[in-house]
């Protein structure tokens, strides 16, 4: 599917199927729908609001299946989707020092946030204060994703009139550039946990 295609699809079922998009996959969905904000086919804070709790909901559905099922999850089904018992034993760890701090740390990490709110449901983290933790990173995260690509969408408002791919190339700037934060906040991560998995 062509970008002009995508941008057709969204724009013809709109708000509907941006929700189960951004619990599916927030950061390239939130990017888009504030691109297309920009644009005007959409309004910028009712795509904050979604990508809020399409986050949400999908840290909270991550939390209940470790809640529900536990290492049996991670033994059976995890794997195939990079959850290790060795990482969640990692997380676990982390989790009982520093819970909430673990919660806003992965909240933009790739992969990893998975394990992480498995985890979470394993260890019982109390689900109040799981939630509060994943709204406020939520808060935080969303906001800069939509502020990303309302600049991206400025950014292609000013150079598309002079070159027919322009949207080639600032889809292809916002994804480097959500590439380069994920690896940095992947390293930082792995960083913090090494120091207390030695302690």
């Known amino acids: 599917m062509e970008g002009q295609q995508i941008i057709q699809f969204l724009s013809d079922y709109g708000y509907v199927i941006l929700l189960p998009l951004m619990i599916a996959e ?7 729908g504030a691109f297309m904000a920009s644009l005007g086919f959409f309004n910028i804070w ?4 979604l990508s809020i709790a399409g986050d949400l909901i999908g840290d909270l559905i991550l939390y209940g299946v470790g809640y529900k099922w536990g290492m049996s999850f991670v ?43 498995v985890t979470a449901g394993i260890v019982k983290m109390p689900l109040k204060r799981f939630v509060k ?13 939509v502020i990303m690509g309302y600049f991206f969408g ?15 190339i600032i889809f292809g700037i916002a994804m480097a550039v959500l590439t380069v934060i994920n690896i940095f906040k ?7 946990f090494a120091d207390v998995v030695k302690n």
């Open 26 to 32: 927030g950061p390239i969905a939130t990017i888009v």
């Open 46 to 49: 009712i795509i904050f609001a």
């Open 75 to 117: 033994s059976h089904i995890g794997k195939y989707v990079g959850i290790t018992r060795k990482l969640v034993l990692r997380l676990e760890k982390f989790f009982v020092l520093h819970g909430g701090k673990t919660v806003l740390l992965v909240k933009a990490t790739t992969g990893l946030c998975w394990a992480a709110f």
């Open 133 to 145: 933790f994943s709204f406020f990173g939520g808060i935080l995260w969303s906001g800069f994703l």
């Open 154 to 168: 400025y950014l292609y408002e000013q150079i598309a009139q002079y070159i027919s791919y322009a949207g080639w």
């Open 186 to 192: 992947k390293h930082e991560t792995d960083e913090i």
